[in-house]
């Protein structure tokens, strides 16, 4: 079975798992299937948006496409959870990789 597969079957039982989302929406990236990888993540932060990971990941996947101011409205927004969850550790990364953009 599949990376992917597993992903999914695991979240059939959990689909608000936030981690498990993670998951998929990073195999879907390492696939290249950029459209399916956007839209995890974006499911991702409906079901938890204080996954900050979510918004620099889909950033940074954003940004190896081409997208790049998609890639920094997803930053931005990233910059503003991490620091609403006390995440400063995540907000200074992304900062700095969107201050590189």
Known sequence: MSKEA???ALL???????????????ELAKQ???DESFAQFDR???VDPDYVGAYFHK???LASV??????RVELRR?????????????R????EYLAGL
């Open 78 to 90: 990233g910059i503003e959870k991490a620091g609403e969850v006390g995440d400063f550790h995540a």
């Open 44 to 46: 991702l932060i409906a």
């Open 59 to 61: 950033g940074k996947t």
């Open 32 to 34: 290249e299937r950029w």
């Open 12 to 26: 059939e039982k959990e689909p608000n798992d936030g981690f498990l989302n993670f998951g998929l929406a990073m």
């Open 6 to 8: 597993k992903l999914r």
């Open 66 to 71: 081409g997208r790049t101011d998609d890639a």
């Open 92 to 95: 200074g990364e992304m900062e």
